[in-house]
C-alpha cells in the first residue's frame, strides 16, 4: 500500500506505517497547489495530511486513492463531498487534541484577563506601567460559557472549575439531564449564555450549521469587558461583527482561529482584529504540542493499520447517515459460488439499484443470509425468480419505510 504524507508528520508515525510493510512518500512541506500534481504522480492508496488543503483537484486525479485521513480533528480542509463523490474514505482522529488546545484556550484567557501581551510589549519598548496594568477583573467565582461540548469543551470546563469559576455550557445537543450528568450548568439558548457569562470559549466543529453560528446578534448579547475565546475554526465567528463589540463594548479577544487565515506555515496575514486593543492571538497552533502529535500520530497509524488488515475505516465522517433505499431483501442461501451473482442479474434488471448490503456466514460455512437494501420493491416475480436458484433457501422482503 502506497501512503502519502503531505504535512508534516511524526517520525515515530512513519516509522510504524513501514514496519506495516507501507510503501510511504513523506513531503512535508507540499503545499495545496502542489498537492494534485503530486497524488498524480505518486498514486497514493492512502493520502495524510495535517493542515494542507486538499481540494476537488486533488482527489479527482487520485485514481488510487482510497483513504484520506486527516492528523487532526476538523476536516473543514478537506473537500469531503468530492472525496464522498468519489468513493473515497475521509477519517480523522478526534480528541486527539483536546488537552493540548484546552490548554491554550486557558493561555489565552488568562492573557486576556491579565493583559499579558499588552505588557510584554510595552516591556520591550522600555516602559514601565504598573498602574496601567494592575487593573484586572480575576477569574475565581465568574462564569464561564462553554459553546460545544465535545472532547475540548469539557477539557476547558475542567480547567474551569480548577479556577473555580461557575461553568455553564450550551449546544445543540445539550439536554439539561446531560449537563448535570456532566457538572455543568445548561443554558437553554446560545443567546443565554453568552449573556450571562464573563468568559465565552467556542469549541464547536467547522459545519455548514456552524458557519458564522457566532453572527451579530449572539455578539450584541455579549457584555462589556467580557473575555471571547475561540479555539475552533475562524468560519464559526462573524468576525467582522467581533470587531464593533471590542471597539463598542471592551469585549477582549483571545483567538488562535481567524477567518480567511493562510492555509501555510507562512505567510504574509493582516486582519482588523489583530490591530484592535484587547486583542491577543496566536497562529492556529491549540492542537501543535508534542504530547498532541504523538497521540495524533498514534490515531492515525491506527486508521491505516486497520484499513490495511480489515479493508474497515475507523473514524470514518463520510459514511451515509441514511441512504435512498426503500426495501429490505433478506435472502438465506447455501454459501456457494453464483448465488449472490444470480441475485444482482435480477436486480440489476429490473433497473433498481443496489444501496447497502451484507453477507453474513453462519458457523461452519455451509451457510450465509444476504441483507439486501434497495432503492425500490421488487416485484412479486422478481422474488420467485430468486428462490429459483436451488441454493436459495428463503427470500423476504421488507419495505423500509414501513418500519417504525
Not at 468519489?86 to 493583559?115: F, H, M, S, T
Request: glycine fraction near 8%; hydrophobic fraction near 45%; aromatic fraction near 4%.
Amino acid at each position: 500500500m502506497n501512503v502519502l504524507i503531505a504535512d508534516k508528520f511524526q517520525q515515530s508515525g512513519v516509522a510504524i506505517l513501514k514496519e506495516l510493510g507501507c510503501q510511504v512518500i513523506s513531503i512535508p512541506d507540499c503545499t495545496a497547489a502542489e498537492l494534485p500534481q503530486l497524488i498524480a504522480e505518486r498514486r497514493p492508496d492512502v493520502l495524510i495530511v495535517r493542515s494542507t488543503k486538499v481540494t476537488a483537484a486533488a482527489i479527482q486525479v487520485g485514481k488510487n486513492l482510497r483513504l484520506i485521513v486527516r492528523a487532526g480533528a476538523g476536516v473543514d480542509s478537506i473537500d469531503v463531498a468530492e472525496a464522498s463523490r468519489q468513493g473515497i474514505y475521509v477519517a480523522n482522529c478526534p480528541g486527539k487534541n483536546a488537552v493540548a488546545v484546552a490548554e491554550l484556550a486557558w493561555g489565552l484567557i488568562l492573557a486576556c484577563d491579565r493583559r499579558i501581551a499588552d505588557q510584554t510589549h510595552d516591556l520591550r519598548a522600555g516602559n514601565w506601567k504598573k498602574g496601567e496594568y494592575s487593573k484586572a477583573r480575576g477569574l475565581k467565582g465568574r462564569r464561564l460559557g462553554i459553546v460545544g461540548t465535545g472532547q475540548i469543551g469539557l477539557e476547558i470546563a475542567a480547567r474551569g472549575k480548577a479556577f473555580e469559576m461557575e461553568v455553564n455550557a450550551w449546544s445543540r445537543s445539550l439536554t439539561p439531564e446531560k449537563a448535570e450528568a456532566l457538572g455543568l450548568g445548561f443554558c437553554p439558548s446560545l443567546v443565554d449564555l453568552v449573556r450571562t457569562s464573563d468568559v465565552i470559549s467556542i469549541n464547536v466543529a467547522s459545519t455548514p450549521e456552524t458557519d458564522h453560528l457566532i453572527n451579530e446578534e449572539v455578539i450584541t448579547a455579549i457584555r462589556p469587558g467580557t473575555i471571547f475565546i475561540n479555539t475552533s475554526r475562524g468560519s464559526v465567528v462573524d468576525q467582522s461583527a467581533l470587531v464593533a463589540a471590542m471597539k463598542q463594548m471592551g469585549i477582549r479577544v483571545g483567538l488562535d482561529v481567524y477567518e480567511n487565515e493562510p492555509g501555510g506555515s507562512s505567510a504574509t496575514f493582516q486582519a482588523e482584529i489583530c490591530q484592535v486593543p484587547g486583542f491577543v492571538g496566536t497562529h492556529h497552533v491549540g492542537a501543535s504540542t508534542d504530547q498532541a502529535q504523538d497521540a495524533i500520530a498514534d490515531e492515525t497509524v491506527k486508521i491505516v493499520r486497520h484499513f490495511l488488515n480489515n479493508g474497515e475505516v475507523l473514524n470514518c465522517v463520510n459514511l451515509a447517515v441514511k441512504t435512498p433505499a426503500t426495501s429490505l431483501v433478506t435472502v438465506r442461501h447455501k454459501n456457494r459460488p453464483g448465488v449472490l451473482a444470480h441475485i444482482f442479474e435480477i436486480v440489476g434488471a429490473a433497473s433498481i439499484n443496489v444501496e447497502e448490503m451484507e453477507n453474513i456466514i453462519y458457523e461452519g460455512a455451509e451457510a450465509a443470509c444476504a441483507r439486501i437494501q434497495l432503492d425500490s420493491p421488487l416485484a412479486a416475480q422478481h422474488i420467485e425468480q430468486i428462490k429459483s436458484n436451488k441454493n436459495v433457501l428463503s427470500v423476504e422482503q421488507t419495505l423500509l419505510n414501513a418500519r417504525t
